[in-house]
């Protein structure tokens, strides 16, 4: 089992900067890509940046050059650098790990960009 804790949310205005991490514990041995994905009040659960263990990454497109994951493999951590934020960024953000063949989500962190 792996488990997954996010902070770092929180209300920022429009043009703000916030830095989300989310923290693996348990069986973190072969964790493999990590992710973060948002919600939005009534609207699908979409991906948002993606990055394996070897630091390879991936964003979506309406975050890319403001959005940056990382992460510290000796910590199982992984951040998400989110700067320039928009109100449309607004959303519970969770965190994802895949260990083996299993998804591990995390309980997600309220950002709420303001206008």
């Known amino acids: 089992q792996v488990q997954l804790v996010e902070s770092g949310g929180g209300l920022v205005q429009a043009g703000g900067s916030l830095r989300l991490s989310c923290a693996a514990s348990?069986?973190?041995?072969?964790?493999?890509?990590m992710g973060w994905y948002r919600q939005a009040p009534g609207k699908q659960r979409e991906w948002v940046a993606s990055?394996?263990?070897?630091?390879?990454?991936h964003y979506l497109d309406s975050v890319k050059g403001r959005f940056t994951i990382s992460r510290d493999n000796a910590k199982n951590t992984v951040y998400l650098q989110m700067n320039s934020l928009k109100p449309e960024d607004t959303a519970v953000y969770y965190c994802?790990?895949?260990?083996?063949?299993?998804?591990?989500w995390g309980q997600g962190t309220q950002v709420t960009v303001s206008s």
């Open positions: 348990g069986s973190t041995f072969s964790i493999g890509v």
């Open positions: 990055i394996s263990s070897e630091g390879n990454t």
């Open positions: 994802k790990a895949r260990r083996w063949s299993f998804d591990y």
